[in-house]
């Protein structure tokens, strides 16, 4: 009764034409109701239809211009009544805004027609199940290991020194790096489009900024066709001002980096068509940047101990003078990606762990819109601020991958574990939603959380130091990068990790307002390829939305 009185519901909307005509811009609303229609034709004509005659429904003049097939499926088959020749053959139909009358529907011959046409549908499902099991066995290859690492499976990986890491080329010239030099550096690879002037010492001469944060924060995070037309709208202010503010024209700037990849591939082609641009127009040696790279290298920008950047730089500093000297142990922690390297040199990266799903930055924005948090300064510090007044041991939550005896990360089982633990608080306390709850319980689930998600840091981060300090390498140095490096607690207590080592560990983080996506970080990049004589193309550099580090083992 309930399937007839459905169908008739759908009849009554199609003759009287009430459907909307908003609803024909859903996929998926039209999708089911031309399945339901073309059901509803088909038990019609099956009670005059001869069981030796198949019928398939051809195109209207709807479907023909949008040419979107809708998978049968299966679905009913049973109370359609066709027989699993028939329905072999009547397997896919097209998406129409009316139901179909008998005059559009193909007669199709039963006997020899039908019979060659099956054999080629057979062996077109063979074809098709053949791949599908390759593909799967494929993918299966990559379940539980670690993402954004190249196992040859990606067209594109990032190298710029060969297949030897060493094999530099200068491909759009070089600045005169006999004397302290200045870069440009553009990044446009998410929500903020930020520029900087930088010196080859390490001297911030000039910056700009310009947030997405207020568009975004209503959506409860980025959303990509938004991001990239608010870069479009600064990229040119934001180039500006920073070259206002560092009391310098393009003219007098000697190269330009911008970030390439990985990240949302229509926000990184702003940023890298303005760099090429200004490269080609002002014949400027260009280099495209790796993101994840920047992140790194900008534990080397030289500071003191109050992040003070060195001033007055000279021949000798600009050359040798930096931070953290290779190699060194990284840990990259951001919105995207969770990831232990081994740092050779740049462009030769030995990746110990990462995420094999998602990233801990991720994991705080998710927390932070599950406790209804603003996020619009992103969820991370969201979070940290509201763990400050909560008990850290209130909420049992499990300690991600405890039998994995390896250096990968994994948050996307803590996730759900938060969200079970505060929807059942939430019931607890007789309310609708987690949104409800008081402050104080918040606060309770957002120190939990937190200690937890850095409690799995830090036992993978251990694990990767004993097997360092195993192979006597000599490496003592830990550098912490990436946006969530910005965390006071997790810096805290990754320091007390570094000093309880037998053998104390060195550890290095940039500023905390360096450790999130700005301009200053494609210029240092930039910077550090130069001193190795490597540039690229501006005329033909492409953008990446993944863009793996070339796999060295």
């Known amino acids: 009764n309930g399937w007839t009185e459905f169908m008739i519901k759908i009849e009554r909307i199609l003759k009287g034409r009430m459907v909307p005509s908003y609803y024909h811009s859903s996929h998926r609303f039209c999708s089911i109701l031309v399945l339901l229609t073309t059901m509803q034709s088909v038990i019609a004509t099956q009670r005059t239809a001869s069981s030796s005659k198949l019928f398939l429904f051809r195109n209207s003049a709807y479907a023909r211009e949008r040419s979107i097939p809708v998978a049968f499926g299966g679905l009913y088959r049973k109370r359609i009544g066709l027989d699993p020749l028939s329905h072999a053959r009547c397997r896919t139909f097209c998406r129409s805004s009316t139901s179909a009358d008998n005059n559009e529907l193909l007669q199709l011959h039963s006997n020899s027609t039908v019979q060659s046409g099956v054999d080629e549908t057979n062996k077109g499902k063979r074809k098709k199940k053949k791949n599908m099991k390759n593909s799967k066995d494929k993918r299966r290859e990559f379940i539980g290991k670690a993402k954004a690492v190249d196992r040859g499976q990606w067209a594109a990986v990032y190298s710029p020194g060969g297949d030897d890491h060493i094999s530099f080329t200068a491909r759009s010239g070089l600045p005169d790096r006999s004397k302290p030099f200045t870069v440009l550096g553009i990044e446009s690879s998410c929500d903020d489009t930020g520029a900087a002037v930088v010196r080859s010492d390490g001297v911030i001469l000039g910056e700009s900024l310009a947030s997405q944060h207020e568009i975004h924060e209503q959506f409860g995070g980025v959303v990509p066709g938004l991001a990239k037309n608010a870069h479009e709208e600064k990229i040119d202010s934001v180039i500006n001002e920073a070259l206002a503010n560092a009391g310098l024209s393009m003219e007098e700037v000697s190269a330009i980096g911008v970030t390439i990849g990985p990240g949302l591939e229509i926000c990184l082609r702003v940023g890298c068509n303005k760099a090429r641009e200004l490269a080609m127009q002002y014949k400027k040696p260009f280099v495209g940047i790796h993101h994840l790279e920047a992140h790194i290298l900008m534990a080397r920008m030289p500071f003191d101990s109050s992040a003070k950047f060195v001033e007055g730089g000279t021949d000798e500093i600009h050359e040798s003078k930096r931070a953290i000297q290779f190699p060194f142990l990284a840990l990259l922690v951001s919105g995207g990606h969770c990831q232990l390297l081994k740092c050779l040199g740049i462009g030769n990266y030995q990746i110990i762990g990462g995420t094999i799903d998602d990233s801990l930055g991720e994991a705080f924005d998710k927390t932070a819109r599950l406790l209804g948090l603003p996020v619009g300064g992103g969820g991370g510090p969201a979070v940290e601020a509201l763990a400050k007044g ?101 810096r805290s207590r990754l320091e007390s990790i570094c000093a309880e080592r037998a053998d104390p560990w ?48």
């Open 390 to 490: 909560g008990d850290v041991n209130s909420i049992p939550l499990p300690i991600p991958l405890q039998r994995r005896k390896d250096c990968d990360f994994s948050y996307a089982g803590l996730k759900t574990a938060v969200r079970m633990a505060s929807e059942k608080l939430a019931k607890e306390r007789g309310l609708e939603s987690v949104s409800d709850l008081e402050m104080s319980d918040k606060a309770d689930i957002a120190a939990s959380f937190q200690n937890v998600s850095i409690k799995h840091i830090e036992q993978r981060l251990k694990r990767a130091m004993d097997s360092i300090e195993d192979e006597e390498d000599s490496i003592r140095s830990l550098a912490v990068v990436g946006g969530v490096a910005a965390n006071k607690e997790l």
């Open 506 to 553: 060195k550890m290095f983080v940039p500023p905390p307002r360096l450790c999130t996506d700005q301009g200053s970080m494609s210029a240092w990049a930039a910077i550090e390829r130069l001193m190795l004589g490597s540039s690229d193309e501006p005329d033909n550099q492409e953008v990446y939305a993944r863009f793996p580090f070339q796999l060295n083992e």
